[in-house]
């Protein structure tokens, strides 16, 4: 059913689980892009890069992504043809990935060969309400009448979440309701309706053009056309997004089918029959009903037609003679016969993917155009060089993947320009000297022009720019010292280009946010130079020199004052020793040395990292203390075989995921400590080197499950860790799973099953012990079940021991008995109850009892500490020595 809640749920997901894969994609609106478009999109986001020939795309993704663990959401199915077009199917993708698909058909589900399928439920009567009212009150104190009017509401959405939302906006008007009393309760649309018709009559029009023509485009773009058509945009959207008949993500118009459709229907009015009384044509069948009839009509304002299973090869220009106040036009796959001196002159959007002719022929009127998309042309050139036409309105103009362009215009003769794009223009050897004159211009992308030998020094000259990114132009080799002259510049990306060297102007960028030159190391292989400090770069926030043959010596200077930097990336160069200041850095949150074959030390590390990843650096025997990083979240320091020591790794309690494997020298005492000190709280795993399971976990069987009774002692449990001795056959690769565990109770009849969010499991012929954390709040222990809990690490590993070790809470406490410091610690891990206060002598096991949720109380003795209360390990006492009351870990073990 539309608007119960399917692309809500599949985004949920993919939010919550996107950190955890290789790359991720989510196509919104499947059925509404073409079979070029999707595969696009689908290779730039998984590999994260905008610079990709765009030819052969069936082949680009089942050779690119073969071995990548990817999730991917394909959001409104409506045809089996089109989604099979697209060649996306799990043998697309490495193991491990996922594809989540939204529909409304069941069959077209199964034809995709789903494995489960999921139908979601209207919401209940309390939920409605809820969500009603999130929507509705405006105050905090409402109104009694207010609260009834909810109530009312609720019942007539019939627990629709997309009705409630819309209709919940406008309930402070009292004819709403009103209008709600003489809808069916079975019709949505007319429901919706009520929301359209409170807007004015320019506002009404932005919605009919979303709903039609530009759901999924590009925000800023859509706002160019619509103000083109004096359609005041940014007042118009803020209204529509305020009523939740349009959403906005990653800067795309999004808007549920339900509005959409709701948006065509008025459209057709009354006329259904005559499509060429429609205000818009978006539909293909009456769209070539009404050129190939030559029936077209002063009403028609916008049209659409896409063409890309059957290419519309057979239409006359003259067709569109009669369509006078035609604003809006989209074409994809069409070829129009005649001359164009007749066509609509008013157009203020042009749209036409793969263009057919290798210019545009001088007789289009294009004057009042303000947008301009002509990707995947078979443009040489736009215009004539003699003829080129002045488009003093055009402020967008794309012209990506045309891979036969050789020229660009003549830019002088499009002054306001705003926005260009050359994306894989394979063809392109130069930019016109008179991009200079466009002092408006904030973005160029030339990525991918791999031709592209030399920038003009006019371009250096643009005030305005914003965004310049070159990667990919792999005969680019320098850029000029003018480079400082782009005061407005915040983002330049040069990635795999030939350039050898920043210019020392770069310092001059005062508003530079991110810089980025991965994998320029020119054709010697030598290694990048940056002739100049860092520390004058006050707003750079993310800094990429991955694979640029740093050594020590060539480190920037000053590389630790970047007081705004919060993504560092060092990947595949040739430093020995890191002695820069990396805790200088305060608001760091991404750093990655990854690869660094000769690396063997490295100084510090800032407070603020979230994320650090040292994977295949063997040389490397130390990390800097970890000990303060208390925020961070993952920690990967895989294949390094000669890592020693992890300074304060054993102390910090909520690390999501650590990844240690074949980190073979790491001490055992040591390594246990690190099991020990992780927290409940977190809900990734530790990967890590071990050869049997820690002697303190309570429960351990020889197989890959366990079978045991809840202890009447333990009251309230709130968790169980699991850990779990593994080996493969193989040595390295990655597994088809990330561990899974299932419960099973004996003593009822219900069975749980789950994935702890854990990345997917390396495999090596070596033993290693997974241990991952998991909440009661998922399987609902009590005392005195008897349960099963079983291990599945799929058939390419193999599990050799597994152990199982509870966590609990005290019953009967009294949470305003604790003191402040203890209440922190509590909401970490969102525990509610008390936990009896522990005296200052035994504060080494403070933290770790805290975070475990652990009910302990400690006495002094002559040689030690006696428990006095139960333990949750295995029911037995634990002591420790005098001598050991500073490390921290091992009075539990």
Same mark, same amino acid.
């Given at each position: 059913?539309?608007?119960?809640?399917?692309?809500?749920?599949?985004?949920?997901?993919?939010?919550?689980?996107?950190?955890?894969?290789?790359?991720?994609?989510?196509?919104?609106?499947?059925?509404?892009?073409?079979?070029?478009?999707?595969?696009?999109?689908?290779?730039?986001?998984?590999?994260?890069?905008?610079?990709?020939?765009?030819?052969?795309?069936?082949?680009?993704?089942?050779?690119?992504?073969?071995?990548?663990?990817?999730?991917?959401?394909?959001?409104?199915?409506?045809?089996?043809?089109?989604?099979?077009?697209?060649?996306?199917?799990?043998?697309?993708?490495?193991?491990?990935?996922?594809?989540?698909?939204?529909?409304?058909?069941?069959?077209?589900?199964?034809?995709?060969?789903?494995?489960?399928?999921?139908?979601?439920?209207?919401?209940?009567?309390?939920?409605?309400?809820?969500?009603?009212?999130?929507?509705?009150?405006?105050?905090?104190?409402?109104?009694?009448?207010?609260?009834?009017?909810?109530?009312?509401?609720?019942?007539?959405?019939?627990?629709?979440?997309?009705?409630?939302?819309?209709?919940?906006?406008?309930?402070?008007?009292?004819?709403?309701?009103?209008?709600?009393?003489?809808?069916?309760?079975?019709?949505?649309?007319?429901?919706?309706?009520?929301?359209?018709?409170?807007?004015?009559?320019?506002?009404?029009?932005?919605?009919?053009?979303?709903?039609?023509?530009?759901?999924?485009?590009?925000?800023?773009?859509?706002?160019?056309?619509?103000?083109?058509?004096?359609?005041?945009?940014?007042?118009?959207?803020?209204?529509?997004?305020?009523?939740?008949?349009?959403?906005?993500?990653?800067?795309?118009?999004?808007?549920?089918?339900?509005?959409?459709?709701?948006?065509?229907?008025?459209?057709?009015?009354?006329?259904?029959?005559?499509?060429?009384?429609?205000?818009?044509?978006?539909?293909?069948?009456?769209?070539?009903?009404?050129?190939?009839?030559?029936?077209?009509?002063?009403?028609?304002?916008?049209?659409?037609?896409?063409?890309?299973?059957?290419?519309?090869?057979?239409?006359?220009?003259?067709?569109?003679?009669?369509?006078?106040?035609?604003?809006?036009?989209?074409?994809?796959?069409?070829?129009?016969?005649?001359?164009?001196?007749? /066509?609509?002159?008013?157009?203020?959007?042009?749209?036409?993917?793969? /263009?057919?002719?290798?210019?545009?022929?001088?007789?289009?009127?294009?004057?009042?155009?303000?947008?301009?998309?002509?990707?995947?042309?078979?443009?040489?050139?736009?215009?004539?060089?003699?003829?080129?036409?002045?488009?003093?309105?055009?402020?967008?103009?794309?012209?990506?993947?045309?891979?036969?362009?050789?020229?660009?215009?003549?830019?002088?003769?499009?002054?306001?320009?705003?926005?260009?794009?050359?994306?894989?223009?394979?063809?392109?050897?130069?930019?016109?000297?008179?991009?200079?004159?466009?002092?408006?211009?904030?973005?160029?992308?030339?990525?991918?022009?791999?031709?592209?030998?030399?920038?003009?020094?006019?371009?250096?000259?643009?005030?305005?720019?914003?965004?310049?990114?070159?990667?990919?132009?792999?005969?680019?080799?320098?850029?000029?010292?003018?480079?400082?002259?782009?005061?407005?510049?915040?983002?330049?990306?040069?990635?795999?280009?030939?350039?050898?060297?920043?210019?020392?102007?770069?310092?001059?960028?005062?508003?530079?946010?991110?810089?980025?030159?991965?994998?320029?190391?020119?054709?010697?292989?030598?290694?990048?130079?940056?002739?100049?400090?860092?520390?004058?770069?006050?707003?750079?926030?993310?800094?990429?020199?991955?694979?640029?043959?740093?050594?020590?010596?060539?480190?920037?200077?000053?590389?630790?004052?970047?007081?705004?930097?919060?993504?560092?990336?060092?990947?595949?160069?040739?430093?020995?020793?890191?002695?820069?200041?990396?805790?200088?850095?305060?608001?760091?949150?991404?750093?990655?040395?990854?690869?660094?074959?000769?690396?063997?030390?490295?100084?510090?590390?800032?407070?603020?990292?979230?994320?650090?990843?040292?994977?295949?650096?063997?040389?490397?025997?130390?990390?800097?203390?970890?000990?303060?990083?208390?925020?961070?979240?993952?920690?990967?320091?895989?294949?390094?075989?000669?890592?020693?020591?992890?300074?304060?790794?054993?102390?910090?309690?909520?690390?999501?995921?650590?990844?240690?494997?074949?980190?073979?020298?790491?001490?055992?005492?040591?390594?246990?400590?690190?099991?020990?000190?992780?927290?409940?709280?977190?809900?990734?795993?530790?990967?890590?080197?071990?050869?049997?399971?820690?002697?303190?976990?309570?429960?351990?069987?020889?197989?890959?499950?366990?079978?045991?009774?809840?202890?009447?002692?333990?009251?309230?449990?709130?968790?169980?860790?699991?850990?779990?001795?593994?080996?493969?056959?193989?040595?390295?690769?990655?597994?088809?799973?990330?561990?899974?565990?299932?419960?099973?109770?004996?003593?009822?009849?219900?069975?749980?099953?789950?994935?702890?969010?854990?990345?997917?499991?390396?495999?090596?012929?070596?033993?290693?012990?997974?241990?991952?954390?998991?909440?009661?709040?998922?399987?609902?222990?009590?005392?005195?079940?008897?349960?099963?809990?079983?291990?599945?690490?799929?058939?390419?590993?193999?599990?050799?021991?597994?152990?199982?070790?509870?966590?609990?809470?005290?019953?009967?406490?009294?949470?305003?008995?604790?003191?402040?410091?203890?209440?922190?610690?509590?909401?970490?891990?969102?525990?509610?109850?008390?936990?009896?206060?522990?005296?200052?002598?035994?504060?080494?096991?403070?933290?770790?009892?805290?975070?475990?949720?652990?009910?302990?109380?400690?006495?002094?003795?002559?040689?030690?500490?006696?428990?006095?209360?139960?333990?949750?390990?295995?029911?037995?006492?634990?002591?420790?020595?005098?001598?050991?009351?500073?490390?921290?870990?091992?009075?539990?073990?």
């Amino acid at each position: 059913m539309g608007g119960i809640g399917k692309t809500t749920l599949a985004k949920a997901a993919y939010n919550e689980f996107s950190d955890r894969f290789d790359g991720t994609c989510f196509l919104e609106n499947f059925g509404e892009s073409s079979k070029d478009q999707l595969q696009q999109k689908l290779l730039s986001h998984i590999l994260r890069r905008d610079d990709l020939g765009s030819n052969n795309l069936d082949h680009e993704v089942r050779r690119r992504f073969l071995k990548k663990r990817v999730l991917v959401v394909i959001d409104d199915v409506k045809d089996f043809t089109h989604y099979n077009s697209i060649a996306i199917d799990s043998s697309c993708f490495g193991p491990g990935s996922r594809i989540i698909i939204t529909g409304r058909d069941q069959h077209l589900l199964d034809l995709c060969k789903t494995e489960k399928i999921y139908s979601p439920e209207t919401l209940n009567s309390d939920d409605s309400l809820k969500l009603v009212r999130l929507h509705a009150f405006r105050t905090s104190e409402p109104s009694k009448e207010l609260l009834q009017l909810s109530i009312k509401l609720a019942e007539y959405c019939g627990g629709l979440p997309l009705a409630m939302e819309v209709l919940g906006t406008l309930l402070f008007k009292e004819s709403t309701l009103e209008s709600l009393k003489s809808v069916p309760n079975d019709n949505i649309q007319a429901k919706l309706q009520i929301s359209f018709d409170a807007l004015n009559e320019v506002q009404k029009d932005i919605f009919l053009d979303i709903s039609c023509f530009f759901i999924g485009m590009d925000e800023d773009n859509v706002s160019c056309i619509l103000d083109g058509c004096k359609f005041f945009a940014e007042s118009g959207l803020k209204v529509l997004k305020n009523r939740c008949l349009i959403t906005v993500r990653d800067n795309k118009l999004m808007m549920h089918d339900l509005s959409r459709d709701m948006g065509r229907q008025i459209v057709r009015g009354t006329s259904w029959k005559d499509p060429e009384k429609w205000s818009r044509l978006w539909d293909p069948v009456d769209v070539i009903y009404v050129l190939g009839n030559y029936e077209g009509t002063n009403a028609t304002e916008g049209l659409s037609l896409k063409a890309e299973v059957t290419p519309v090869d057979n239409l006359e220009v003259e067709a569109f003679s009669e369509l006078k106040k035609l604003r809006l036009l989209q074409l994809s796959h069409v070829h129009l016969k005649g001359n164009y001196k007749l /066509f609509p002159k008013g157009l203020q959007w042009l749209c036409w993917f793969k /263009f057919p002719l290798d210019s545009v022929p001088t007789d289009l009127y294009l004057r009042k155009l303000v947008v301009m998309d002509m990707q995947h042309s078979n443009l040489k050139r736009l215009w004539d060089v003699q003829k080129q036409p002045q488009l003093l309105e055009l402020k967008y103009l794309d012209l990506s993947h045309s891979i036969q362009l050789t020229d660009t215009p003549d830019f002088s003769l499009l002054p306001n320009l705003k926005k260009l794009l050359l994306i894989n223009c394979e063809s392109l050897v130069e930019v016109h000297n008179s991009i200079g004159t466009l002092h408006k211009l904030v973005l160029i992308n030339l990525s991918g022009c791999t031709e592209l030998g030399e920038l003009s020094l006019e371009l250096y000259s643009l005030k305005s720019l914003k965004t310049l990114i070159l990667s990919g132009c792999s005969k680019l080799a320098r850029l000029d010292d003018a480079l400082g002259d782009l005061e407005s510049l915040t983002t330049l990306k040069a990635d795999n280009t030939g350039i050898t060297q920043i210019p020392s102007s770069t310092c001059q960028l005062k508003k530079i946010e991110e810089l980025s030159f991965e994998g320029c190391k020119g054709s010697r292989q030598a290694a990048l130079s940056i002739p100049f400090s860092l520390n004058r770069l006050c707003c750079l926030k993310t800094l990429r020199l991955s694979f640029c043959n740093l050594s020590d010596e060539w480190v920037p200077e000053n590389l630790g004052s970047l007081s705004c930097l919060e993504e560092l990336d060092l990947r595949g160069n040739n430093f020995h020793n890191l002695q820069t200041d990396f805790a200088g850095l305060e608001n760091l949150q991404i750093l990655r040395v990854d690869g660094c074959s000769k690396l063997k030390s490295m100084f510090s590390l800032p407070k603020t990292l979230r994320s650090f990843s040292t994977t295949n650096c063997p040389m490397l025997e130390r990390t800097p203390d970890l000990s303060e990083c208390l925020v961070l979240q993952s920690l990967h320091l895989r294949n390094c075989y000669n890592l020693v020591e992890t300074p304060g790794l054993d102390k910090l309690k909520t690390v999501g995921v650590i990844h240690m494997e074949m980190c073979n020298r790491i001490p055992n005492t040591y390594r246990e400590r690190i099991m020990q000190g992780w927290a409940v709280g977190a809900n990734g795993g530790i990967f890590i080197p071990g050869s049997s399971l820690p002697n303190w976990v309570s429960f351990k069987n020889e197989t890959y499950s366990i079978s045991f009774t809840v202890p009447e002692t333990l009251n309230h449990v709130v968790g169980f860790t699991v850990w779990t001795l593994y080996a493969s056959q193989k040595n390295e690769g990655m597994s088809k799973y990330s561990p899974n565990i299932t419960l099973k109770y004996k003593t009822k009849s219900n069975v749980w099953s789950r994935n702890p969010a854990t990345d997917m499991i390396r495999m090596y012929r070596e033993k290693h012990i997974w241990q991952g954390h998991f909440s009661n709040e998922d399987f609902f222990l009590e005392t005195g079940d008897q349960v099963e809990v079983s291990v599945d690490f799929g058939d390419q590993v193999t599990i050799l021991e597994t152990g199982l070790t509870l966590a609990y809470r005290e019953a009967n406490t009294d949470i305003s008995d604790i003191d402040n410091e203890l209440v922190i610690e509590q909401a970490k891990i969102d525990l509610p109850g008390k936990i009896k206060r522990i005296e200052p002598y035994s504060n080494c096991c403070y933290d770790y009892l805290v975070s475990h949720g652990l009910s302990f109380g400690f006495q002094e003795k002559e040689r030690g500490f006696e428990e006095t209360s139960e333990s949750v390990l295995s029911g037995s006492s634990h002591y420790v020595k005098d001598e050991e009351k500073d490390a921290t870990m091992d009075l539990i073990s």
